[in-house]
């Protein structure tokens, strides 16, 4: 069983930053990409980045350059550093990883970041 912590939501004015964190942990942890997306309300969920395991990222056009995805595979950790945050960043924020030969998706719970004066 995989399970995902996540934390580092919060309120945070526009132009400030925000770090969140996801950690897997499970038996025989065999993790391959590990990515944030993020969903607004009444919007779909969308790619906000991934990295592999080889520290490949992609990340999507509207974040570029503000955040940056990161990992410690020691540690079976994803960081997202978010800089520069507007207030159409806000949303709920969700940890994703693919796991196993299968490339089994798991998700977290989902972190509030919500960007206001």
């Known amino acids: 069983q995989v399970q995902l912590v996540e934390s580092g939501g919060g309120l945070v004015q526009p132009g400030g930053s925000l770090r969140l964190s996801c950690a897997a942990s499970g038996n025989g942890l065999s993790i391959n990409t590990m990515g944030w997306y993020r969903q607004a309300p009444g919007k779909q969920r969308e790619l906000v980045a991934r990295?592999?395991?080889?520290?490949?990222?992609n990340t999507a056009d509207s974040v570029k350059g503000r955040f940056t995805i990161s990992r410690d595979n020691a540690k079976n950790t994803v960081y997202l550093q978010m800089n520069s945050l507007k207030p159409e960043d806000t949303a709920v924020y969700y940890c994703n990883v693919a796991v196993g030969v299968s490339w089994r998706n798991i998700w977290g719970q989902g972190t509030q970041v919500t960007v206001s004066p």
């Open positions: 990295i592999t395991n080889t520290g490949s990222t």
